[in-house]
């Protein structure tokens, strides 16, 4: 058994060269996972050398429709904590962590966020999932995440709230950005037309006006209904951008542009980090590329 | 409302609009290219070429993106290569014209897929694939329409030669050497129609609004005349009733389309007034008078 072990971590140094991946096996760490990228970047700010963190939904992936592997299930079932999103927004993630017998603590990290209703759905009174997409909110998960990693790992509490506390400096001045960076657009441009319904929180904290048209949210070629349903929305909105990452034909997304004079904008990320070698590898950087992204496509 | 049904997608989006005259314009040239090639039992010939084509338009594509111009230029070039070479061969050597073609085409189409899987990603090989009809942009609507009026004037040009041949090729070959010529003709209308589809439709799908209205032409007309006029009419409703129901119904546009000239099809082999098989079963009237 010993011997096994050891032949595993002469493997995983043999493997992994890079001294922090090696130390990322030392029992010393507390295991956690989060369930998608943005939350795992949250949490590592704020559990920083003390915890090894792990995400379910990695970079680039949609939690949406994610569908679990057993070594997710043997990543719960060796973690201590695991720290989800919780609004509906991860289905799956109950039968997970049934499946699995963990025996960790469930952490939701959107406890006591006014959650907003789900914008154009059917199904009324379910509550929009996307709420890291508010700083405010985000303050409210680094607060949940210190307090749960507190209570489970009281030997760091004054580590937990020293980088929680620079983190939420950070996240002031984050907001500040973003908050002068719109002012700075015309109120009146301020209208936005995504196939991608994930703003709703970042509406109502920033005051730029988003509409998804119903049911174009397909990364199937898109049909004559989809397309005129986007040109009516700009045109009812008289928004001054839009933004269609699940249009990837550029024939087709020069063609709206041209018939309703809108700006098309680059991407929006919204329900997950990028991987290295894209332009959003921390939840700071999301925000600052959104709001980037945002101001240059409506600036008049 | 029918107005709202039928006309207004129409009259209030441009992008239909575009995609109607582009589906028109279509029709009017594959049409009658379609019905000849089913004539002279090349009725595959057209699938072939459209493979052909492919890795012609994906080198245009890998140097200059979605470039009307350079995929074009590329999808022209290698559909004439493999219709010249198809011929050279078949006259020169013991391998008959379809064993040829289908050599070359096969050999283009490996080509192609190369090409892209080396450069390119999936999604680039899926936009040279299947074109966009909800996107023709000013130049493409001009080159579909270009291409549909150089396909009618030369088909007025080689008609009487091309109809012969199609009806007995031994009498055409003695009485008239047109026919080389007018066959070469041919296939090179072949080629630009087939291209002005990928366009709009993809490589794929051009050949369904090919070859699809030909043989609902065929159940309904004995006379060449009217064959092509049904069968080009035919493209046209296919077109405009595609666009409806991808409009209505939100399905993609270009399979929309095929798969409406799929049902008349269908329609017209049942019930078509030569050779349907209702006909067929039901033959007693025609005897009686």
Redesign the interface.
């Known amino acids: 058994m010993a011997a096994a072990a050891g032949g595993c971590l002469l493997a995983a140094d043999f493997w992994a060269p890079d001294p922090a991946a090696a130390q990322g096996r030392s029992p010393g760490k507390l295991k956690v996972i989060a369930s998608f990228s943005i939350l795992g970047d949250l949490v590592k700010n704020v559990g920083g050398d003390r915890l090894e963190v792990a995400t379910l939904v990695g970079a680039n992936g949609n939690a949406h429709v994610y569908a679990p592997s057993p070594a997710d299930a043997r990543k719960v079932a060796d973690a201590a904590v695991v720290f989800v999103n919780g609004l509906g927004f991860e289905g799956w993630l109950d039968r997970l962590v049934k499946a699995s017998g963990t025996k960790a603590a469930i952490i939701v990290a959107t406890k006591g966020i006014e959650p907003l209703a789900r914008a154009g759905e059917h199904d009324h009174g379910r509550s929009d999932p996307h709420a890291w997409q508010s700083i405010a909110n985000a303050r409210i998960y680094v607060a949940n995440i210190r307090d749960a990693l507190i209570a489970i790992d009281a030997a760091g509490k004054a580590y937990y709230e020293a980088n929680a506390a620079a983190y939420l400096a950070k996240l002031d001045a984050l907001e500040r950005d973003v908050r002068d960076t719109i002012a700075r657009i015309p109120s009146e441009r301020r209208r936005v037309v995504t196939s991608h319904d994930a703003f709703g929180y970042f509406e109502s904290a920033y005051g730029i006006h988003f509409t998804a048209p119903q049911?174009v949210s397909t990364e199937?070629?898109?049909?004559?209904?989809?397309?005129?349903a986007i040109?009516s929305a700009i045109r009812q909105q008289k928004a001054a951008a839009v933004f269609l990452e699940n249009i990837?034909?550029?024939?087709?997304v020069?063609?709206?542009a041209?018939?309703t004079g809108a700006k098309i904008g680059g991407v929006l990320y919204s329900d997950a980090l990028t991987d290295a070698t894209g332009d959003a590898t921390t939840y700071i950087d999301l925000i600052r590329h959104n709001v980037g992204q945002l101001a240059s496509a409506l600036a008049s | 409302m029918p107005y709202d049904f039928f006309v207004a997608p129409f009259a209030e989006f441009e992008f239909m609009r575009r995609a109607l005259a582009g589906a028109l314009a279509l029709a009017l040239g594959a049409g009658p290219i379609g019905v000849f090639l089913m004539l002279r039992r090349m009725s595959l010939v057209g699938d072939a070429m459209a493979h052909a084509i492919l890795p012609g338009a994906a080198v245009g594509f890998l140097l200059s993106g979605l470039n009307l111009f350079a995929m074009t230029a590329g999808g022209l070039i290698a559909g004439f290569v493999v219709a010249l070479l198809t011929g050279l061969v078949a006259r020169a050597t013991e391998l008959k014209e379809d064993a040829a073609l289908a050599t070359f085409y096969l050999l283009s189409l490996a080509l192609g897929v190369t090409i892209v899987s080396v450069k390119g990603t999936n999604v680039d090989l899926l936009h040279v694939l299947f074109g966009n009809v909800l996107a023709l942009d000013d130049q493409t609507l001009l080159l579909i329409a270009a291409n549909a009026s150089i396909s009618l004037l030369v088909l007025a040009l080689i008609y009487r030669p091309l109809v012969l041949e199609c009806v007995d090729p031994g009498f055409m070959r003695s009485v008239s050497r047109a026919g080389g010529p007018a066959h070469l003709a041919f296939l090179a209308l072949v080629v630009i129609n087939l291209v002005s589809g990928f366009h709009a439709l993809g490589t794929l799908l051009a050949v369904g609004i090919m070859m699809l209205p030909a043989a609902i032409g065929r159940f309904w007309a004995r006379d060449i005349t009217l064959m092509i006029a049904i069968a080009t009419a035919s493209g046209i409703a296919a077109g405009y009733a595609g666009l409806l129901l991808s409009f209505h119904v939100g399905v993609a546009s270009g399979p929309a389309i095929i798969l409406v000239a799929g049902a008349l099809y269908v329609i017209s082999l049942l019930f078509g007034r030569v050779g349907g098989l209702l006909r067929q079963l039901f033959p007693g009237r025609h005897l009686e008078a």
């Open positions: 049911g199937a070629e898109a049909s004559a209904r989809d397309v005129a040109i990837t034909d550029p024939r087709l020069r063609q709206i041209s018939e």
